[in-house]
């Protein structure tokens, strides 16, 4: 299978796309990373990938239509075998659950997939290793008492995210 790449410009810096060309989607791309300037743990262009702006021409109209305030729900192949472990499969896929325009805690994702509160911080690491920024929507995740905790991107980045979307919470008045 061939990996290939492409780079979008953003309003939160140049994306770098990655993806394997899809067998279920002929001239299809399944999404394998998708990673902005800086990230912690950030996909980095590997010898032997193609450049391949074309095969990200769906993935990049549908993040353009985000960026726009047009689209609030992604419809994006992801590979299958993306790395992760089990757990941070479970994790992952709670995150592709939250809605658009809403927030919820990293404990509340511990309850959701039957987690101890011990694991609280298990699933703050397995959040941070998300390889899919954006797209799956880690940025929705905050701190059971409201504040903006970590994001692999930058906290700039998931307030601007949470401001598109108008999850922020109103500032209390004076």
């Known amino acids: 299978m061939t990996t290939v790449y492409a780079?979008?410009?953003s309003p939160l810096g140049e994306l770098l796309l990655v993806g394997e060309e899809s067998a279920s989607a002929p001239g299809g791309t399944a999404l394998v990373s998708l990673?902005?300037?800086g990230q912690k743990g950030g996909a980095v262009v590997q010898d032997g990938w193609r450049r391949a702006p074309e095969a990200f021409a769906g993935i990049a109209?549908?993040?353009g239509a985000y960026f726009a305030g047009e689209l609030t729900r992604f419809d994006i192949?992801?590979?299958a075998d993306a790395p992760g472990t089990e757990f941070q499969r479970q994790?992952?896929?709670e995150l592709d659950a939250i809605e658009y325009g809403t927030t919820t805690s990293y404990g509340e994702i511990a309850r959701r997939i039957g987690a101890s509160s011990v694991k609280v911080r298990a699933v703050g690491t397995a959040i941070g290793r998300n390889p899919l920024l954006v797209v799956r929507p880690c940025h929705r995740v905050i701190g059971s008492d409201g504040s903006l905790k970590g994001y692999a991107g930058g906290l700039e980045r998931k307030e601007a995210l949470l401001g598109l979307?108008?999850?922020l919470n109103p500032a209390p008045a004076p």
């Open 35 to 37: 990673s902005v300037p």
């Open 7 to 9: 780079t979008l410009d």
């Open 91 to 93: 994790v992952w896929a």
């Open 61 to 63: 109209a549908q993040l």
């Open 165 to 167: 979307e108008g999850a």
């Open 77 to 79: 192949e992801y590979a």
